[in-house]
């Protein structure tokens, strides 16, 4: 009897190891997923404001009364972040504006805005996403690069 009792506490521990692997190992599998939504929403809600940009530039060149949205951001301003030329280009949208042209479903946190360039179509997201390797992309333009360049990589690197 003694001796089945020992067995069955080795086969006890085993199971136990092997519940706490599966346990973490599905976690961190859980958390990469997590990640990989997270960067699709950013870049998600990125094109949707892309889009409301065209549209807002077209009404403007039809009629000149319906002005840009937004704030026009300084080269100060742009320096001291995103190291950006052609400041005047960009337009600073935060809640409030982006609650005014009907993308209120996009809700940033304190302190977060979007800058749109209605010439060019780019979008910069003040957060920004960053790669397990430190890097921080702003723009749009660069997330899309960088998604085309490692695919999938790319994808499971950003974190923010």
Known sequence: MNNKNGVSIIWLII?????????IFG????????????????????LQ???KAKVIFEKYHVDN????????????????KFNATEAEKYYKWNQEILNEIGLSDIQLEEGEYFLVNY??????????LTTKE????????????LQDKKEEESIEALTN
């Open 134 to 145: 430190g890097e921080t992309y702003y723009k749009l333009s660069e997330i899309k690069e």
């Open 65 to 80: 009364n319906n002005g840009l949205k937004g704030t026009q951001m300084t080269q100060e301003e742009m320096d001291e």
């Open 119 to 128: 010439e060019t179509e780019e979008i910069i997201y003040s957060k920004g």
């Open 27 to 46: 976690s961190r599998l859980v958390k990469e997923e997590l990640k990989k939504e997270n960067v699709e929403d950013i870049k998600t809600q990125m």
């Open 49 to 51: 404001v892309q889009a």
């Open 15 to 23: 199971g136990v190891v092997l519940i706490i692997a599966i346990v």
